[in-house]
């Protein structure tokens, strides 16, 4: 049996990344090692080619494989965020694997694997395609986390991963049995149907449900179910913890919006409330603990989770049920938004922490950035707009995304909500203003000596001034993304 045309070419920017990725480990043992930047480069160039191809299919709503496939606006616009965050992940990469004496060629193969798991679940209008879609995306990135092998700490974080991530996929696959059986099958529509049809009647969907969300709960680092995050960050390599601190999370918020609005959308009346419990508990956990780490990708780690919750809060709008369907809409676009401009300053921390390693700060502890400002004045600066991007402090981009989930939760009549959302970000620039003492405020050491340029390299370069230039520009003027988050969000009805 031939497959239509048609459904190959919706799956064409999987196919461009999965091909690239099988090259890369094919080239691998052959390229010398003077040589292996070609594979970044070969990398990136499929992420150019797949940007072209998900941008000319932006509009219109179509299926392929028997609607296991959707393409539609709202895909496409996770798509086109992957691979940004991709494509600035290898180039951060480039300079960091060397420093750090494991630039080997399947690291681009894991990257590109795991980016080609993130484009099934956010384009999957089934829950199995998403299940393995996820599976590959966590195999690649259990992998990268354990790149550095030589040090115990990275070896421990992949197994932390490996065993917290199997047992959440396990909850997930449950999930998707009992709704199979409760549905007749694993799509979307069939279970909405069911959903309309019996409702609560059955208890094999409320179970399915709650184990739907407790799987993606691990997913996005939601409390109770972020243990895994700050001891995989702090001993993953500096690049793949900024992967996965914004890809994974950005793939799996994906994936989960749709799940809940349009295979389980007509039990917002009972996940509403379990995702504002995680909401809440995910901003209270995630901005507490971070106060009083010491560590930087500890911190930032922690930080992460709190983002979680800032996000949630346009998923909780969406399954507000007497909120106006154009409201519902809106919040789903403030998750999209928040988390685009989330993915600029995240990026932008992480490779400021890679840069300053090769510079000569050496450690992840926060005290490492004493006097930064006289030491490297480029990096401090750099850390600055990010750090005060993250606490949502004007004119970053990071106030916008705050400023468009906080009016959503208005919108929908839950300005408490936005209230404590609002209390729990001037938490979090206490923790991120402390950095900021901490490298403008303090002399350096006189024994560190004074560095008069940071070593960076071009590719660092390029990073940095993307991720600088995203939070400062959208900041500024954000309507361009606003208007494409709004475009692509998906209908409410």
């Keep these: 049996m031939t497959l239509p045309f048609s459904d190959i070419l919706a799956v064409l920017p999987e196919l461009l990344v999965v091909g690239a990725a099988c090259l890369v480990l094919v080239l691998d043992p052959i390229l010398p090692s003077s040589r292996k930047d070609w594979l970044a480069w070969l990398s990136i160039a499929a992420l150019v080619l797949c940007t072209l191809v998900t941008a000319a299919h932006m509009s219109g709503r179509t299926t392929a494989f028997s609607e296991i496939v959707i393409l539609d606006p709202y895909a496409g616009f996770w798509k086109l965020l992957l691979y940004g965050v991709t494509a600035l992940t290898i180039l951060l990469s480039l300079a960091y694997l060397k420093l750090e004496r494991i630039h080997l060629g399947e ?20 829950l199995l395609p998403i299940y393995l879609g996820s599976e ?19 070896l421990e974080a992949s197994a932390k991963y490996f065993v917290l991530g199997a ?13 199979f059986g409760a549905a007749g099958g694993t799509r979307l529509d069939l279970i909405a149907n069911a959903v309309g049809t019996r409702g609560l009647q059955d208890p094999l969907l409320l179970l399915g449900m709650i184990l ?19 001891d995989v960050y702090e001993g993953s390599p500096t690049s793949v913890t900024a992967f996965m601190a914004v890809a994974s999370k950005a793939a799996s918020f994906g994936a989960f919006v749709r799940v809940l609005l349009e295979g389980l959308g007509g039990l917002n009346g009972n996940w509403y409330a379990l995702i504002l419990t995680l909401c809440v508990a995910t901003l209270l956990l995630g901005n507490l603990v971070a106060i009083v780490q010491t560590n930087i990708k500890r ?19 969406a399954g507000h049920a007497t909120a106006d369907p154009g409201v519902r809409s809106f919040g789903i676009a403030s998750v999209m938004l928040y988390l685009a401009v989330y993915a600029f300053m995240t990026i932008g921390a992480f490779a400021v922490v890679a840069m300053l390693r090769k510079g000569g700060v050496e450690g992840d502890e926060i005290d490492d950035f004493t006097g930064l400002a006289k030491r490297q004045p480029v ?27 906080f009016m959503a939760a208005v919108d929908a009549g839950l300005a408490w909500l936005a209230v404590v959302g609002l209390l729990f970000a001037a938490v979090s620039a206490y923790y991120y203003l402390r950095v900021v003492m901490v490298m403008y405020m303090r002399e350096p050491d006189p024994s560190a000596g004074i560095i008069p340029h940071l070593a960076t390299s071009p590719s660092m370069t390029i990073v940095l001034v993307c991720a600088l230039a995203g939070v400062l520009f959208f900041g500024l003027f954000p309507d361009p993304l606003v208007s494409l988050a709004t475009h692509a969000a998906l209908p409410m009805k």
């Design 107 to 126: 690291y681009y193969g894991f990257i590109l694997l795991s980016l080609s798991g993130m484009m099934i679940m956010v384009s999957a209008a089934d």
């Design 379 to 405: 990096g401090a600066f750099l850390m600055l707009v990010f750090l005060v991007s993250l606490a949502g402090i004007p004119p970053t981009a990071g106030f916008i995304g705050k400023f468009y989930l």
């Design 212 to 230: 739907l969300i407790v799987g993606f709960g691990f997913k996005i680092a939601a409390v109770p179910f972020h243990m895994w995050t700050p």
């Design 167 to 179: 047992f959440s996929s396990g909850l997930l696959l449950y999930g998707i049995s009992l709704l």
């Design 136 to 154: 590959l995306m966590w195999l690649s990135l259990y992998v990268l986390a354990g790149f550095k092998r030589f040090e115990a700490r990275s």
């Design 299 to 317: 911190l930032l780690a922690y930080s992460s989770i709190a983002h979680a919750g800032y996000a949630l809060i346009g998923l909780v709008v």
